[in-house]
């Protein structure tokens, strides 16, 4: 089982949709949850970050994270075409400091 | 905004050639990354670097790898003896005092031929 999985879509919304992510994982060692998104062929871009279970809002984005079930969501409300990206999930142990990414997931938002 | 910086951005080297990959994080971090992502895959941890010495590495991380911060502003990561499968985005990361707030520079893509 991949520590981390994600789905790599596309996931494809009209303009002003909810865009709805999710990973999930197998180790519960993980601790901290965060959010990159990724234009092609740039480096990851920081949007969230999460501890432990529970919600974290920031303007459109709403991070949510469910331990017991390993599984993490971001939400992304009032799309628009400049979220066109790659969202990739990454975790990483209390005391690592390592991110695991999963493999990321294609967003298109259509105008 | 202060952001981590990458040189050069593409890089084309021979098989069997050192590379170097350069990076100059963000001035007031303290914790160090370099990651890289073959095309098409994952991005990948390979190592960690804090207070003048690698914290972490990964398996991929071995002895044909290096890292260096040779004065207060670049950190490098120097690959002795490239091989093919060595062909990626490698991307430098930094952060202050929380490892989970990483922030990634745009990458040096490397190409072994």
């Known amino acids: 089982q991949k520590e981390v999985e994600q789905d790599p879509g596309p996931l494809s919304v009209p303009e002003g949709a909810i865009v709805s992510l999710n990973c999930t994982y197998s180790?519960?060692?993980?601790?901290?949850f965060m959010w990159y998104r990724q234009y092609s062929r740039k480096g990851p871009e920081l949007l969230m970050y999460?501890?432990?279970?529970g919600n974290k809002e920031d303007g459109r984005f709403t991070a949510q994270v469910d331990k017991s079930s390993k599984y993490i969501s971001l939400f992304i409300r009032d799309s628009q075409p400049s979220d066109s990206a790659t969202y990739l999930c990454?975790?990483?142990?209390?005391?690592?400091?390592?991110?695991?990414f999963g493999g990321g997931t294609r967003v298109l938002v259509k105008p | 905004e202060p952001e981590v910086t990458q040189t050069p951005s593409h890089q084309v080297t021979q098989m069997g050639q050192e590379v170097i990959l350069r990076c100059v994080p963000i001035?007031?971090?303290?914790?160090f990354y370099w990651y890289r992502q073959i095309l098409g895959q994952k991005v990948e941890f390979l190592v960690s670097?804090?207070?003048?010495?690698?914290?972490?590495k990964s398996e991929i991380f071995d002895d044909q790898f290096s890292v260096e911060r040779p004065d207060g502003s670049n950190f490098t990561l120097k690959i002795r003896s490239t091989k093919l499968e060595d062909s990626a985005m490698y991307f430098c990361?930094?952060?202050?005092?929380?490892?989970?707030?990483?922030?990634f520079g745009p990458g040096t893509r490397l190409t072994v031929t």
């Open positions: 180790n519960s060692a993980f601790q901290y």
């Open positions: 990361a930094s952060s202050r005092d929380r490892v989970y707030e990483q922030y």
């Open positions: 999460t501890y432990s279970s």
């Open positions: 001035s007031n971090h303290l914790y």
């Open positions: 670097f804090y207070n003048n010495e690698i914290s972490e």
């Open positions: 990454a975790m990483i142990k209390a005391a690592g400091n390592k991110l695991t």
